[in-house]
């Protein structure tokens, strides 16, 4: 029987009736003294064509709804900023030294190309582009985690941070959740596109070449309900041979990752 990522321990505190203002509450409590929240920062950008993007994320303000409930579940030692900018690359990542994460417009921009194509109205557009920001939005708070909670992780720390990212969002965001873990399986698909045209294939880097991240994410997303995504293996998008293991691969990382981050959640 799966565990219930972290709703198991919403429930366990529930059936306390737990007062979280008590002191005797404090064994229930996450392990650290949360000092830290997730601050989100819009920079304005200059280029005109990132208008529509900055404008999109302070509407929906999707990105602070996100920032808000994971204030509330996880304890973090100091404050992370995630901060939306003009980067003057195609590029997300976590800064180390300045606990940082930057999403950069001009990956954003980016998705919304890729998608602009596809979308059938404009509401649909808006949803896709934010679905697509929310995969690499997941992953480098994956990154930002594994450094601030100092989380044991062994193998390669990208592809960990893929399945946490699909991992949050499959467990935790209902629809919108597994169409950003798609979202963000059909982005590598798209990008192992553009790696076919390579000479040679970054084997040597320390991300898994795209269309293995694009498999690995499918991977999860049929895992974690393969009658309802059966689809992907009807459509020929997830060989068979790989679908058939994904429901116990799906469960045995998600277990993991509640082990890892059960330490944290408040
Ligand atoms: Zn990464």
Redesign the pocket.
Same mark, same amino acid.
């Given at each position: 029987m799966r565990q219930d990522f972290k709703n198991l321990y919403l429930t366990v505190f529930s059936l306390l009736i737990c007062n979280p203002w008590l002191a005797s509450c404090s064994i229930f409590a996450a392990e650290i003294e949360d000092k830290g929240d997730i601050q989100m920062i819009y920079s304005p950008p200059q280029d005109e064509n990132h208008q529509e993007i900055y404008e999109i994320l302070q509407e929906t303000q999707e990105f602070d709804w996100l920032a808000e409930d994971i204030n509330e579940a996880i304890a973090m030692p100091r404050d992370i900023a995630v901060k939306f900018e003009e980067c003057d690359e195609e590029n997300a $990542? $976590?800064d180390p030294e300045t606990v940082e994460i930057s999403m950069c417009y001009e990956l954003i921009q980016k998705y919304k190309e890729i998608f602009a194509d596809e979308a059938e109205s404009d509401d649909e557009y808006v949803t896709e582009v934010i679905n697509a920001a929310l995969f690499t939005f997941y /992953?480098?708070l994956? /990154?930002a985690l594994v450094d601030q909670l100092e989380l044991p992780i062994t193998g390669s =720390? =990208?592809d960990a941070?893929?399945e946490l990212a699909a991992i949050i969002l499959l467990e935790e965001q209902g629809e919108l959740g597994e169409d950003s873990a798609l979202a963000g399986a059909f982005q590598f698909d798209v990008d192992a596109a553009e790696e076919a045209e390579f000479e040679e294939l970054p084997y040597w880097g =320390? /991300?898994s070449l795209s269309e293995q991240r694009f498999y690995n994410i499918l991977c999860l997303v049929y895992g974690s309900n393969p009658q309802k995504f059966n689809f992907l293996v009807e459509d020929g998008d997830l060989p068979e041979e790989r679908a058939e293991i994904c429901p116990s691969e799906y469960e045995r990382k998600v277990n993991s990752w509640d082990t890892l981050l059960s330490p944290y959640w408040k």
């Open positions: $990542y $976590y /992953h480098e994956g /990154h =720390e =990208e941070v893929d =320390e /991300h």
